[in-house]
């Protein structure tokens, strides 16, 4: 509550813009930056990537909106990481606002390492998302 003979103003009407999708190119292979592009499609696709391996609450430098919580799926049984790390990509990536859902989801499973591909709905476009790797 403020004073009532304080100086300053509450600001009820503010402009929210998007952003654009444009962004740094990074090459997964390499593990470099190599360009700026604008395409919608591949900006979506490389923000999932970086959204799905970056582990919520672990750096300081992201939100604790910013990526998706693995570690206690460490050694658990796969009847019970499938349905959870489904719900938790859901999840994450739903936290872009870009992002309407995400559905169609396909496990592949050896041992502990699970390849995910699954369809990611975005304002624009599908986009197929293949073989996002987790080792839980």
């Known amino acids: 509550m403020l004073p009532i ?4 103003e509450i600001l009820g009407k503010y402009e929210t813009r998007e952003q654009t999708s444009i962004t740094y190119r990074f090459d997964r292979e390499n593990k470099r ?7 919608y499609v ?5 923000a999932v990537y970086l959204i799905l391996n970056t582990e ?3 750096h300081v430098m992201y939100s604790w909106n910013y990526g998706v919580e693995l570690s206690d799926l460490f050694g658990r049984e796969k009847q019970y990481v ?3 790390l489904q719900s938790r990509i859901k999840e994450a990536l739903l936290r872009d606002d870009r992002i309407l859902n995400v559905t169609d989801f396909e496990f592949n499973i050896k041992r ?5 591909s699954f369809i990611v709905v975005t304002k624009y476009y599908n986009i197929d998302i293949k073989d996002v790797i987790f080792n839980v």
């Not at 003979?5 to 300053?8: A, D, V």
């Not at 930056?33 to 395409?39: F, G, K, L, M, N």
């Not at 502990?112 to 995910?116: A, D, F, I, K």
Request: glycine residues 0%; hydrophobic residues 35%.
């Open 5 to 8: 003979n304080s100086n300053y």
């Open 112 to 116: 502990s390492v699970y390849s995910v």
């Open 82 to 84: 499938v349905p959870m």
């Open 33 to 39: 930056i190599v360009a700026v592009y604008d395409d």
């Open 42 to 46: 591949e900006s979506v696709r490389q």
């Open 56 to 58: 919520r609450y672990e």
